[in-house]
């Protein structure tokens, strides 16, 4: 199996994964491009339609590698009725940031729910710019933010007013929110801790103090559209937390989340204080409830069975037969011709992608390991 022979060999794995999703991507791309010029200019709800279909193929190369290639031991819990009717709501999710991969598992737990499809976040202005990944967010309306509040306060009112135009029941939206801007660290905990201390708060043990502006401004500007907001942990049994070179290594792993839901009549849309209070006390029960986690090894309530969905690997391979093969009978036909040299410079390519790519992981891990929280006139602003 070819995830078997992506497991036995790390550097392979990435530089296969890569060129599968790249190339992949970018066929996925001139097929959201095709629908946006003459599915969606007729027809917005079909367009839509038809391009969270798009977008859901090119997130299961990312799912596939945790459900299949790592085989991630994913743990749920909540209550069955709170996930009953998600799949014809407008959600929006806030989530605590623990880990790197904290992107990965969100995918995977929409594809759980069947809402991949729908999924959005807020991302940098300048990610829209990236090829393949960066265009296909552009395509399927994701909120860019460029860290200017002039600027983004009035690109929030037209992106959610866009999201709010969405049907429910044809294209419903699961909107993705890490409040806390940045993934928790030892450094930006310290620098949390001060900026709580400093103004009389209760420091928070597990989780660092959220950045409430942004994230006020998107509910209450989705305003009545919003059905409801979950609020979701995710924690890690073991040890160790799970990076990204591992994880596309294919190394295993253990990951509870905690789904509550919160109807849209409890969420204080209206008054912009009491919903910033609102999101500080989401953060004090994820505090409390990782505690929990810690003693017990598990969430409080109960685990509901989530089965894994096998259109991830489907569409893997599906993915994996479209860009392989070319370049399987491209490399052959190199072979044939005794094109010697071309082989050389391929091998030395894909040899220098992979390195490169595990550069690029392992400095930035190292960056965000180490550095302190962006500035705490920054959580101020937030706040």
């Excluded at 190339?23 to 917005?44: E, M, R, W």
């Excluded at 559209?225 to 049994?237: G, I, R, T």
């Excluded at 409080?300 to 993915?319: A, D, E, I, T």
């Amino acid at each position: 199996m070819l995830h078997n022979i992506l497991k036995a060999h790390s550097l392979v794995a990435v530089s296969l994964l890569s060129y599968i999703y790249l190339l992949g991507g970018l066929i996925v791309n001139f097929l959201q491009l095709l629908t946006f010029i003459f599915v969606k200019t007729l027809s917005a709800k079909w367009g839509r339609k038809i391009n969270g279909y798009l977008q859901a193929s090119l997130f299961s190369v990312f799912t596939f590698v945790v459900e299949w290639h790592c085989n991630c031991n994913i743990r749920f819990f909540c209550l069955p009725e709170d996930v009953k009717n998600i799949t014809r709501e407008h959600c929006l999710s806030i989530c605590n940031h623990r880990g790197e991969v904290d992107w990965l598992l969100g995918y995977v737990v929409t594809e759980r729910l069947d809402c991949l499809r729908g999924c959005k976040s807020l991302i940098k202005k300048e990610a829209k710019y990236l090829p393949v990944v960066g265009w296909k967010m552009w395509f399927s309306d994701y909120l860019f933010l460029s860290r200017n509040w002039v600027k983004d306060e009035d690109t929030i009112r037209n992106t959610c007013q866009t999201w709010a135009s969405y049907d429910p029941h044809i294209n419903n939206n699961f909107y993705v929110l890490y409040a806390e801007g940045t993934r928790f660290t030892l450094a930006k905990h310290e620098a949390s801790i001060k900026f709580c201390e400093q103004r009389s708060i209760e420091p928070f043990r597990n989780v660092l103090y959220p950045r409430t502006k942004g994230a006020v401004e998107v509910i209450s500007r989705l305003g009545e559209s919003l059905d409801c907001v979950y609020d979701v942990v995710f924690a890690f049994p073991g040890p160790d937390i799970p990076g990204t070179w591992s994880m596309l290594s294919g190394k295993s792993t253990n990951v509870d989340v905690y789904f509550r839901r919160i109807a849209a009549g409890d969420v204080p849309k209206d008054d912009k204080n009491a919903l910033a209070e609102f999101i500080v006390q989401q953060f004090r029960n994820k505090d409390e409830l990782l505690d929990y986690h810690k003693e017990h090894h598990s969430f409080p309530g109960n685990q509901v069975v989530l089965p894994k969905r096998y259109v991830s690997l489907v569409m893997f391979y599906m993915f994996s037969v479209l860009t392989v093969t070319p370049g399987v009978l491209f490399l052959c036909h190199l072979i044939t011709n005794q094109c010697y040299n071309m082989l050389l410079f391929i091998g030395f390519c894909c040899i220098l992608g992979g390195v490169t790519s595990h550069w690029i992981i392992s400095v930035a891990n190292v960056k965000q390991g180490n550095k302190s929280l962006p500035s705490t006139s920054e959580k101020l602003k937030g706040a």
